[in-house]
């Protein structure tokens, strides 16, 4: 449904398990960044009302999470860490040549958008199904949910602002190249990493 080319290795929880302070201060920044996803996407391109109404939405809706991620690592007597470097997500970047127009600039973020989220829908079922913690499989369990509606939109906006067929080509492939990122991941307690 997610249409990713490779699934994280299920053993990836038993790491993440043993520290489960890291995995929360990694994905409380990861709601962070996709709050701030939202918000360039409407500075970026403010003519794009539809884009800018939903963008606006989700900008609170991911600040929600941060604040539910937030409320968690509190409620178990810590204090929020630095932020984590995300290699996936900087090597996945990496992908579209850099340049070309406005409009391909849009294409290629929605892009780079709806694969973070699908690969975060993807751990965060991980999570829900495998974890022994309860409290916490069912806060990823709710999750879950979002992102894949988060994935789903990105990918719908791509399609609507781009040329729907060079944009599924693009989409596939950028599947293919992630799939060649995640080949050295899933062993490290981060929610991509
Ligand atoms: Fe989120
Ligand atoms: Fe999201």
Partial sequence: MLGLKLPTDPRWVNIVE???EEILTDHAYCEQKAASTA???IIGFPEKSEL???MTALAREEMAHF???HDRIIARGW???RERKDAYVLQLMKFFPKGGSRNTHLVHKLLYAALIEARSCERFRLLSENIQDQELATFYRDLMVSEANHYTMFLAFARKYGNREEVDKKWQELLVYEATIMKDLGKKETIHG
């Fill in 39 to 41: 918000i360039s996407l």
């Fill in 52 to 54: 800018v109404q939903e």
């Fill in 67 to 69: 604040k539910m991620v």
């Fill in 79 to 81: 204090t929020l860490g």
């Fill in 18 to 20: 043993k520290n489960i």
